[in-house]
């Protein structure tokens, strides 16, 4: 009876893994058909990816270099804040209250540049 409890769980980790992959391509492709638009942006806040990640039930560490940086973006227009990961040449770059025009292709980052 366990063995089947066990292959149940792996093949439905199968199966999120198999999903989560169709989803970020489906996304991927829906951005490289998009435009790229401009938009007045401020900078709400900064933030990098922690030393460590939860995988499971234990930590894992996250060597500096595999680390993300994320910027939150507020747009003048609709007040809406985003949240996207940029390259860390932008995350240095870039302050908090900075405003500028932000370069969008569907949902991705592209560039942001100071006014």
Do not use: H, W
Request: with cysteine; charged share 25%.
């Amino acid at each position: 009876m366990p063995p089947t409890i066990f292959l149940i769980g792996v093949l439905i980790m199968i199966l999120i893994a198999v999903i989560r992959v169709i989803l970020y391509n489906k996304e991927q492709s829906y951005n490289d058909f998009q435009p790229i638009t401009p938009s007045c942006a401020r900078i709400i806040s900064k933030r990098k990816d922690g030393e460590y990640r939860r995988s499971g039930a234990r930590f894992v560490y996250i060597p500096e270099k595999q680390r993300r940086n994320y910027i939150k973006f507020e747009f003048a227009s609709t007040k809406q804040i985003k949240e996207f990961c940029v390259p860390d040449n932008d995350y240095e770059k870039f302050f908090e209250e900075d405003i500028g025009t932000l370069n969008l292709q569907g949902t991705r980052y592209i560039s942001f540049e100071l006014q």
